[in-house]
Every structure is written in C-alpha cells, then in structure tokens.
C-alpha cells in the first residue's frame, strides 16, 4: 500500500524535480513578467487543433517522462490535442522543444463540468511516447499527501494565459507572484465564501495580478524549506468580474488532496 500511495511522488523523486537546471528568477514585481527562458521546465503547453492551426489552450505540468498533470475543464475528448514540452515562445520555433501526442486523457470521475466549483478538476495525460529530460524539459515535484501551505506563503503562478482581462495570449512564458491566501481567509464572505472547498488553495486576490484563460491547468510553484519547488496548485477558476478581482482570488486545485487518485491513474495506465 505504501508503495501504491507514493508512486507520484517516488517516480519524480527519483528521476529528480523541482530543481531547474535554469533557475527562475524570482520577483516581489505584482504583474506578470517574463519568465526567464526555460526557468519552469516542468511547464507545458496543451494545444488543440483547429481549422488546420494548433493554438494554445491550457496549460499544465509534466510529473513523469509521459504523464502531465492539469485541469479536467482542459479537456474535450472530441478534439485533437498535442502536448508541448520545453516551450518558452510560443511563436518561434525552439531547440530542445518538443510536441507530443497524447495516449489517453483522463478525467476525475468527479468532476462536473456544470459546476465548476465542486471541484475536482484535475485530469491527467498519459503521453505517446517518453519524453527525454534535459535542461529545458524536466518533472514538476508534487507535494507530499495533506500538505497546507500557511497565509501569504510565496508562490508562483506561471502560463500563456492572457495578459489582461479579454487581452491577447502571451507569446513568452509568464510568471507572476501570487502569495496564498489561507482557507480561513478565502472562506470569508467578501472573499470566495462558502464556494471555496477544502480541496482547492487561493492564491493573489490583491486585485492587480491574477491568473486568466489560457493558465487554466498550469502549476503555482512554490518552494519548499529544501529548496525544491513543488507543484501546489492546479489553476482552476477566476471571478467572473475579472481575472484579477479584488478579494477574488485565483482559485487552483490543491495538488495535495489528490495525491492517491494521481497514484491509482499513473499505475492503472
């Protein structure tokens, strides 16, 4: 059973994670910026295929050489994905870059899509083939089971998603600082109230930086006392008022309440 229960865990650990090769540089800026190239090298890009054109639609985070992790709402099985790994600009071509076709998509069978905040919404992706690990491509680590990070713990929230509320897509990889904000906090009826559930972290909520379509699926990192980061969040939903609402936090699924459905996917596929 212990075996079962930390495969996710034990599989990154010991391929290694969580520690980039190119390190990120770290900001105390509240607005996204640009993301040092290939700093986040866990992140990927889910893409689609439409009218002949692949575009960019989640994000998310590689936890083994051919399993990603992201957000149930980024998948529909009618359409044709491919993963890419190692990507910083989405509009050149880059060495050490790869596009893969996924083999399956799965979903958490409790996931709803009429309501979103149920929670839940988590999926993951088994790849076609194993990727090779290198400088710009490597496993995101996961959080150890029932792990809760404390009020305004640093995290990053990193993706393509759009710059503003309605504005385009970034083309560089962004990142931003989004401190966490607690369950006592984000529970409060001015925040997010009783929508908020146990299985889901804030994080932001200051009204100037937040996540938005397109980071959807995508990692908030954060760096534990080793100096490892680990993957803490999957980004879930923002306010309808706007992505970066004050007191409405980005709301991302908390990684740590999903350990042992992350271990049953990866050793039933």
């Not at 962004?174 to 146990?198: E, I, N």
């Amino acid at each position: 059973m212990l075996s079962f229960m930390l495969l996710s865990v034990l599989v990154a650990s010991a391929l290694g994670c969580g520690v980039p090769p190119i390190e990120p540089l770290p900001t105390r800026v509240v607005n996204g910026v640009d993301a040092r190239p290939h700093s986040w090298p866990w992140q990927i890009s889910l893409q689609y295929l439409r009218d002949s054109e692949w575009r960019h639609t989640c994000g998310g985070s590689l936890i083994a050489t051919n399993w990603v992790m992201t957000a149930a709402h980024c998948i529909d099985q009618t359409r044709t994905y491919r993963v890419y790994v190692g990507k910083y600009n989405l509009v050149e071509e880059e060495a050490g870059s790869l596009a893969v076709a996924p083999e399956k998509l799965i979903v958490h069978e409790k996931w709803n899509p009429i309501f979103v905040a149920f929670g839940n919404d988590v999926a993951l992706i088994k790849l076609s083939e194993h990727v090779t690990l290198s400088d710009t491509v490597q496993l995101g680590c996961l959080p150890p089971a029932g792990t809760i990070l404390p009020n305004n713990y640093p995290c990053y929230i990193t993706g393509w998603g759009r710059i503003s509320t309605g504005g385009p897509i970034a083309d560089r990889l962004q990142q931003a600082l989004m401190p966490v904000v607690d369950h006592d906090t984000c529970t409060k009826f001015d925040w997010w109230g009783p929508t908020l559930r146990p299985t889901m972290v804030c994080a932001g909520g200051d009204g100037v930086v937040g996540g938005c379509n397109g980071d959807s699926g995508g990692p908030l990192n954060c760096k534990n006392a080793e100096g490892v980061w680990e993957v803490h969040g999957i980004a879930s939903f923002v306010s309808g008022l706007g992505c970066n609402y004050v007191k409405k936090p980005t709301v991302f699924t908390r990684v740590s309440a999903f350990n042992d459905w992350i271990d049953g996917v990866m050793m039933a596929n």
